[in-house]
């Protein structure tokens, strides 16, 4: 006799936009202590759920063992989120003077310092200057 077999995937994906113009459509990964985040949560309330993002200027490829960003240049506080049927919605701004350069990567994560990181990705460089906003929308699908 077979036994059930039930694959939980979570996947993500976001968008990156320079003052409104999308810059960036890429996909992301969901690192190990973001599934073990979200496994407490099933049965508790804590840690924290996750309320900022941050950016910054690693290069190096986003590994399911990531637990920070390779070197972050300015973290914000979420400006919205929500969770629709199997989708959870996350939405960032970094307004013009917070986390200007050549930014390279972002993360999700549960604290305003450290916390618990949940998603990364690394991708081409978006050159945020001082008088840029850019905003960032991100989506984790479990499936």
């Given at each position: 006799m077979s036994g059930i077999e039930?694959?939980?995937k979570m996947t993500g994906r976001l968008q990156i936009f320079r003052n409104d113009?999308?810059?960036h459509d890429i996909d992301n990964l969901v690192v190990t202590v973001g599934k073990n985040f979200v496994a407490s949560r099933i049965v508790g309330i804590t840690p924290a759920v996750m309320s900022h993002m941050a950016v910054g200027t690693g290069a190096v490829a986003a590994a399911a063992g990531d637990t920070a960003l390779?070197?972050?240049l300015a973290r914000v506080a979420l400006s919205g989120n929500s969770a629709t049927n199997n989708v959870v919605s996350y939405s960032a701004?970094?307004?013009a003077g917070t986390g200007t350069g050549?930014?390279?990567e972002a993360g999700i994560l549960n604290a305003g310092a450290a916390g618990?990181?949940?998603c990364?990705?690394?991708f081409a460089a978006v050159n945020k200057g001082a008088s840029d906003a850019i905003t960032i929308n991100w989506t984790v699908t479990v499936n």
């Open positions: 039930d694959g939980l113009e999308l810059v390779g070197a972050e701004n970094f307004p050549a930014l390279t618990t990181m949940f990364r990705t690394v």
